[in-house]
């Protein structure tokens, strides 16, 4: 069983209704990854990976596991219906680095 350590904002505005948010760019520049290379990994081309990342396309639900089983996370951890918070907010608790 996965714990998901990362956090997202409870409310949703109108804007965001039918909105999938993700943090595709960040685990896959956790992973040292380029588009092309996760693209490659999943039988996708890269522009596609671009498309997610910047929220212009939505993954199927079959792109969506196997993005979330190539990373080894749960499917939550990588796309939300509601904003992920700062990934800063989560480590800091709020409180501004110097």
């Known amino acids: ?7 997202t904002m409870p ?16 685990l896959r520049a956790e992973h040292g990854l380029s588009r092309q290379q996760l693209a ?3 039988g996708v081309n890269y522009q596609t990976i671009g498309y997610l990342e ?6 199927s639900l079959d ?5 979330a089983d190539y990373f ?13 918070a700062p990934m800063s907010a989560a480590l800091y608790g709020g409180r501004k680095q110097r």
């Open 11 to 26: 409310s949703r505005t109108p804007a965001d209704r039918g909105k999938i948010h993700n943090r595709l760019a960040v």
């Open 63 to 67: 792109l969506a596991f196997a993005i």
């Open 72 to 84: 080894d996370v749960p499917l939550d951890a990588v796309f939300s219906r509601a904003p992920f």
């Open 40 to 42: 490659e990994a999943l």
């Open 1 to 7: 069983m996965h714990i998901c350590n990362y956090t």
């Open 54 to 59: 910047r929220g212009t396309f939505h993954p």
